[in-house]
């Protein structure tokens, strides 16, 4: 009875993280692009710092809080159908998910000092375009990366041992491939290309691989293979 409460909590995060994620992200899809001027950089976080300021702490419930929540509840299911690896997988996974909040923390601090009055008014133009083209290449290889590892690690556990559905370990896995192929966007200097789309894909496939896992946690479906 505790194990499957449990369960249901960590379903529960896993969609209540998806749903702050993506209302928390989408008003601020319109970042500008790599090369955009200093001006336009320095506009568009003035017109959105209010929007900004509740953006992160937002993102930060959700990633600070419900993502791990939902990260370590998993790897409690997953953890004794790893036991034939000595559970490296799950802690893969489950090191991916505690490294994603710490780059998350330092991705929100730009967001922030950017936004921030006296940092625009007084800063260089070089130093906008830096401190924005950082927070750009954090965003889409950093991130991209350790979603990655946490997609894999888990989802290699749930392919061999069966406790979730077989779709679900592909979608992550599928998933896992596209962010790391699309984060190479960084050597051709085309974040709006077919690689930077790729990214895009895979980070929505991890949003859909999330709610599958958390309704099968809130509907106690995740299963004991025989």
């Given at each position: 009875?505790?194990?499957?409460?449990?369960?249901?909590?960590t379903?529960?995060s896993?969609?209540?993280?998806?749903?702050?994620?993506l209302v928390?992200?989408l008003?601020l899809?319109d970042?500008?692009?790599?090369?955009a001027?200093?001006?336009d950089?320095r506009?568009?976080?003035e017109?959105?710092?209010?929007?900004?300021?509740?953006?992160?702490w937002?993102?930060?419930?959700?990633v600070?809080l419900?993502?791990?929540?939902?990260?370590?509840?998993?790897?409690?299911?997953?953890?004794?159908?790893?036991?034939d690896?000595?559970?490296?997988?799950v802690?893969?996974s489950?090191?991916?998910?505690?490294?994603?909040?710490?780059?998350?923390a330092?991705?929100?601090?730009?967001?922030?000092?950017?936004s921030?009055?006296?940092?625009?008014?007084?800063?260089?133009?070089e130093?906008?375009?830096?401190?924005?083209?950082f927070?750009?290449?954090?965003?889409?290889?950093?991130i991209?990366?350790?979603?990655?590892?946490?997609?894999?690690g888990?989802?290699t556990?749930?392919?061999?041992?069966g406790?979730?559905?077989?779709?679900?370990?592909w979608?992550?896995?599928?998933?896992?491939i596209?962010?790391?192929?699309?984060?190479?966007?960084?050597i051709?200097?085309?974040?709006?290309g077919?690689?930077g789309f790729?990214?895009?894909?895979g980070?929505?496939?991890?949003?859909?691989?999330?709610?599958?896992v958390?309704?099968?946690?809130?509907?106690?479906?995740?299963?004991?293979?025989?």
């Amino acid at each position: 009875m505790r194990s499957m409460s449990w369960r249901k909590v960590t379903g529960w995060s896993g969609l209540a993280f998806v749903i702050v994620f993506l209302v928390s992200e989408l008003p601020l899809a319109d970042t500008p692009a790599l090369d955009a001027p200093a001006a336009d950089i320095r506009q568009w976080f003035e017109a959105n710092a209010m929007q900004i300021a509740v953006t992160m702490w937002g993102i930060a419930l959700a990633v600070g809080l419900l993502f791990l929540l939902f990260a370590s509840g998993l790897r409690s299911v997953l953890a004794p159908e790893d036991e034939d690896h000595g559970g490296m997988f799950v802690r893969l996974s489950f090191a991916a998910a505690v490294t994603l909040v710490a780059i998350n923390a330092a991705k929100s601090g730009f967001w922030l000092v950017l936004s921030h009055d006296s940092v625009l008014s007084s800063a260089s133009d070089e130093l906008v375009t830096t401190l924005a083209a950082f927070e750009t290449l954090l965003l889409t290889t950093a991130i991209a990366w350790g979603v990655a590892v946490f997609l894999l690690g888990a989802s290699t556990v749930m392919l061999r041992s069966g406790v979730f559905a077989k779709w679900l370990g592909w979608l992550g896995v599928s998933s896992a491939i596209l962010l790391i192929t699309g984060s190479l966007w960084t050597i051709d200097d085309n974040e709006q290309g077919l690689l930077g789309f790729l990214v895009l894909i895979g980070f929505f496939g991890w949003l859909a691989w999330m709610t599958g896992v958390a309704i099968a946690l809130v509907r106690e479906k995740a299963m004991t293979p025989a």
